[in-house]
């Protein structure tokens, strides 16, 4: 078939409809990880409503897989799709704050940097991811862990509704008032449910922030480790720092001879009184020869975007992997230590965040984000340049992942995984799996939504299914000649591939 199956979607939609023919093709079917190389048949840079509804309704006719785009951050590029169609909301971010009810009305292709920059503006925020340019649906969707979840909760506990354009091209919203097993769904199994237009999240006073930094010798983990764990359970919920294993990033509060050499980090904020911060920080201070720190009052929305240049830089090869920990244990931390020497750069991440206080107070059914037993979610976030370096960086994520699982709950964070994780998706979502599933076979019955980690429709005991529940990591499994509309070979090593 030629691109010119597309016109029947332009003269439907107000949005761009590019194909392989526009100049901009390249640009259009890019997503942040440099590692993913896919070729839609077409991306719709969507400008309204009625333009999703459309185009999901096309798609279907056309039984075309649909990709769907917020910021683009997905480690396993769930943003695109060869051959398909990718709904890119790129171009709709604007962010309505109603500082008298505190709340936010947020468009689909906004980032945590636009929303905070918004939400600000009143003195007002909620929790959102630590890079700026992370896209506020996406993270949200699968829960969405930040510097706030200890006082706030998650990003998804702050939803109060969301619009969604469900797998038939209808439109409903979604709240507590009504839809609420999609609302139920909504916050925490993902992008499996439909095409979310806005959201609406609960706003908080957060304004200035005491923000700290400290570095150690990452030699000195176990012990920075026991540290950490101690005064981050005894610290308010106003207090959010992580633990993390990185390169000595080159700034100037690192003395030089450290850039590039392993280090443990604490980072994060304290959202109380500001003056009260540097009290707060100082027992981490003392938790060993800090190597180097950093102390400063400033605007929430500065230091979500103040590693935008170290972990938030597109194009970089990427891959990921999580888990759940109750307890940040001596064998955890020795795990981390004995692997901080192999971390591939100065861009990758290893860091425990902190998911106790206000994500613990709510029950683990009351939402899809089953994990709220667990006090710590590990993200391995490998982050390289260079593709060459590809297979030695991913086997070092994977081996530090298989090392650290042994201490792990089953799942792992779902917003942190990658393609290969797909086969643990039943132990990602834990407890709430069986629900979801249900959900998904009421709200998008032949998982028309299934470019992410997918959750399959329930089949009903003794029902025969033949609907299509293969993700496309398990449909390249089949011989290239029975694919159709796939383009070109993906080059993402990392799909298709076992961790088990
Ligand atoms: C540099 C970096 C930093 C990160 N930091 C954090 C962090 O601090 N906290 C955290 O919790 N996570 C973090 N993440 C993980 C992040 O939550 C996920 O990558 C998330 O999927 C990103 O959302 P997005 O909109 O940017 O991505 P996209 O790639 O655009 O979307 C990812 C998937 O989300 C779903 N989705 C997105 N928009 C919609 C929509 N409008 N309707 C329906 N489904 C949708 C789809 O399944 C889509 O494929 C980070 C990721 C990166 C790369």
Redesign the pocket.
């Given at each position: 078939m030629g691109s010119d199956r597309f016109d029947v979607l332009r003269e439907q939609v107000r949005g761009q409809v590019i194909d392989e023919g526009d100049a901009e093709y390249d640009t259009a079917r890019t997503?942040?990880?440099g590692m993913i190389d896919r070729r839609p048949a077409a991306v719709l840079r969507v400008s309204q409503v009625a333009d999703v509804m459309a185009a999901v309704r096309f798609a279907r006719g056309l039984k075309i897989d649909v990709?769907?785009?917020?910021?683009?951050?997905?480690?396993p590029?769930?943003?695109t799709v060869d051959g398909g169609l990718v709904l890119d909301?790129s171009a709709l971010r604007g962010v309505r704050v109603d500082p008298g009810a505190r709340t936010a009305r947020v468009e689909?292709g906004a980032?945590w940097a636009d929303y905070n920059h918004a939400t600000h503006a009143f003195g007002l925020a909620s929790t959102?991811?630590?890079?700026g340019?992370?896209?506020?649906?996406?993270?949200t969707?699968?829960?969405?862990?930040?510097y706030l979840c200890r006082k706030y909760g998650l990003?998804c506990d702050n939803l109060v509704s969301a619009d969604?354009v469900l797998a038939d091209g209808s439109f409903v919203t979604a709240s507590e008032a009504e839809n609420v097993d999609l609302f139920w769904a909504l916050r925490g199994g993902?992008?499996?449910f439909?095409?979310?237009?806005s959201m609406e999240f609960r706003l908080h006073p957060v304004d200035m922030v005491h923000v700290g930094i400290i570095f150690f010798d990452a030699a000195d983990g176990v012990e920075v480790g026991r540290a950490y764990r101690e005064w981050i359970a005894a610290e308010p919920e106003e207090m959010g720092a992580f633990l993390g294993f990185h390169q000595g990033p080159p700034v100037p509060f690192l003395p030089e001879e450290w850039h590039g050499r392993p280090v443990a980090v604490i980072a994060g904020m304290w959202t109380g009184d500001v003056d009260a911060g540097p009290r707060h920080w100082q027992p981490m201070l003392d938790a060993g020869p800090a190597l180097g720190s950093f102390f400063a009052p400033m605007p929430y929305p500065g230091l979500n975007i103040m590693f935008d240049g170290l972990?938030?830089v597109p194009g970089l090869q990427?891959y990921w992997k999580a888990d759940f920990l109750k307890a940040l244990s001596d064998d955890v931390l020795r795990t981390a230590v004995g692997f901080s020497p192999g971390i591939p750069t100065v861009h990758s991440a290893n860091h425990f965040?902190p998911i106790d206080g206000a994500v613990q107070r709510v029950a683990p059914e009351a939402t899809a984000f089953a994990y709220r037993n667990v006090n710590f979610a590990p993200?391995i976030?490998g982050?390289w340049p260079d593709a060459s370096d590809n297979a030695a960086n991913i086997a070092w994520v994977r081996d530090y992942w298989a090392a650290l699982h042994q201490y792990s709950e089953p799942g792992g964070?779902i917003?942190?995984q990658d393609a290969d994780d797909q086969s643990r998706i039943e132990d990602t979502l834990g407890s709430n799996y069986a629900r979801l599933a249900e959900l998904k076979a009421k709200y998008d019955p032949d998982n028309f939504?299934h470019?992410?980690q997918n959750i399959k429709p329930a089949v009903p005991a003794g029902a025969a299914s033949g609907i299509e529940t293969r993700t496309p990591t398990e449909r390249e499994a089949r011989p290239a000649e029975a694919r159709q509309n796939q383009g070109t070979p993906k080059s993402n090593p990392a799909e298709g591939a076992s961790t088990t």
């Open positions: 997503v942040f990880n990709a769907i785009r917020g910021g683009g951050h997905s480690a590029g769930f943003g909301f689909p980032t959102g991811g630590i890079i340019s992370t896209g506020v649906t996406g993270l969707l699968g829960g969405g862990i930040g990003a969604v993902s992008g499996n439909g095409a979310v237009t972990s938030g990427g965040y993200a976030a982050q964070y917003n942190f939504f470019i992410n």
